[in-house]
């Protein structure tokens, strides 16, 4: 029985592994939300799943990952060099998950944000990346 | 001796296939109109529940989409508050005043802040069951195959 959460953690070990992309995105990886304190790091975020089916059962699993690097403004963090690497990465990048064969690995849709805050405009938050689409097939 | 073959109804069945694309574009609006409104429910629902000023409420919006052709048809949901990409991707730390002008300085304004994807997820869902239920429209009149592209 495959578990579909492998993959989550093969995306994230794929980012980890990599001494560059850990070199500027010195907080590490996160799934969803990062730990308290972190001014610079990757998060990894499932925004959209459907599992297609054929002949009664799985076929390959559809997802699409948010996937970005998030730094505080004040952190010197290379925002675009950070975001690159992850597209280095992950656009048709091996990532071996157990039970399953991938199909593809690419960028859907490229996304950027800078946060400023409300009240203190001094602080911002620099959101770069992307929507990855993630396809394995069930072996 | 002339032979001739008289095809009954093959005038009626030309008329119906001409007729076809217009129907089929009719039919093709509703089911985008309703999935497009059923997301606009969806969205608007979440936004209403993390409700602060209201602007993510108040600037969902559904407007014609532009498109050329005669058999085209298209509807645009716009998700237009400065904060909307924030809540659908999440945010850091942000500072807010409540409205007894107690001042909140981590977290924003619906508490913690990991991306919620509504947006996303909700249109993707919506655009897969058009896709179904046009491909279903296409086989039920007639067609033998339909490849999505």
Redesign the interface.
């Known amino acids: 029985m495959v578990d579909s959460s492998d993959i989550d953690a093969a995306l994230t070990a794929k980012l980890l592994a990599d001494t560059t992309l850990m070199a500027m995105a010195t907080d590490g990886v996160f799934i969803d939300e990062a730990s308290p304190g972190a001014t610079k790091f990757v998060i990894i975020s499932l925004a959209d799943e459907v599992d297609v089916a054929t002949f009664g059962g799985r076929a390959y699993e559809d997802a699409l990952y948010l996937v970005k690097f998030v730094a505080l403004s004040t952190a010197g963090a290379n925002v675009k060099a950070a975001a690159a690497r992850i597209d280095v990465l992950l656009e048709n990048g091996t990532i071996t998950v157990a039970g399953y064969t991938r199909m593809t690995v690419h960028r859907e849709a490229r996304l950027r944000q800078t946060e400023v805050d409300a009240l203190d405009p001094t602080i911002r938050w620099f959101h770069r990346g992307g929507h990855y689409r993630a396809q394995f097939s069930i072996t | 001796m002339k032979a001739f073959v008289v095809w009954n109804g093959l005038q009626d069945y030309m008329d119906a296939l001409r007729q076809m694309p217009a129907e089929c574009a009719g039919e093709a609006k509703h089911i985008v109109e309703g999935e497009v409104n059923a997301a606009y429910v969806t969205i608007s629902a979440v936004y209403g529940a993390h409700r602060h000023t209201g602007t993510l409420q108040k600037r969902l919006t559904i407007s014609p989409l532009k498109v050329a052709g005669q058999y085209t048809t298209g509807l645009k949901l716009t998700s237009g508050s400065p904060i909307a ?2 809540f659908d ?9 409540t409205a007894k002008g107690v ?1 909140h300085d981590t977290g924003a304004m619906w508490g ?4 919620t ?1 509504i947006f ?2 909700t249109v ?2 919506g655009k ?1 069951v058009v896709v179904d239920r046009i491909k279903t429209m296409v086989l039920r009149r007639g067609a033998t195959a339909v490849t999505e592209t």
Not at chain 2, 89 to 97: E, F, W
Not at chain 2, 112 to 115: A, C, Q, R, S
């Open positions: 990409w924030l991707n999440g945010s850091q730390a942000r500072h807010y005043t001042q913690k802040t990991p991306p994807h996303t997820k993707a869902k897969r």
